[in-house]
């Protein structure tokens, strides 16, 4: 299976940014796409954003879409969040996966805290 390490999260000012970092390690060979989901206190676990490893097509709840770009880095196998202009409801618990069979979310990583502040 796929081991996950997330980074990169931390406190921050409404319509500051942060940049969330996901290596992925073990067997890396299987990926076909990677993502981040989210959870905020009291609210179940919501998709984010993700992106196809070979083609790089990405997809983002709208609610993100002008504000968060995903990206990846095969050589490293590592994809990142890049999260502007940060509001409080932003806040959550934002976890990376990695998917090995096409609507499949295999692999978590154990999150990573990002707290807006206003």
């Known amino acids: 299976q796929v081991q996950l390490v997330e980074s990169g999260g931390g406190l921050v000012q409404a319509g500051g940014s942060l940049r969330l970092s996901c290596a992925a390690s073990?067997?890396?060979?299987?990926?076909?796409?990677m993502g981040w989901f989210r959870r905020a206190p009291g609210k179940e676990r919501e998709f984010v954003a993700r992106i196809t490893w070979n083609g790089g097509t990405t997809y983002y709840r709208d609610s993100v879409k002008d504000r968060f770009t995903i990206s990846r880095d095969n050589a490293k196998n590592t994809v990142y969040l890049q999260m502007n202009s940060l509001k409080s409801e932003d806040t959550a618990v934002y976890y990376c996966a990695a998917r090995t069979v096409i609507d499949s979310w295999d692999s978590w990583g154990q999150g990573t805290q990002v707290t807006v502040s206003s």
């Open positions: 073990g067997r890396t060979f299987s990926i076909s796409a």
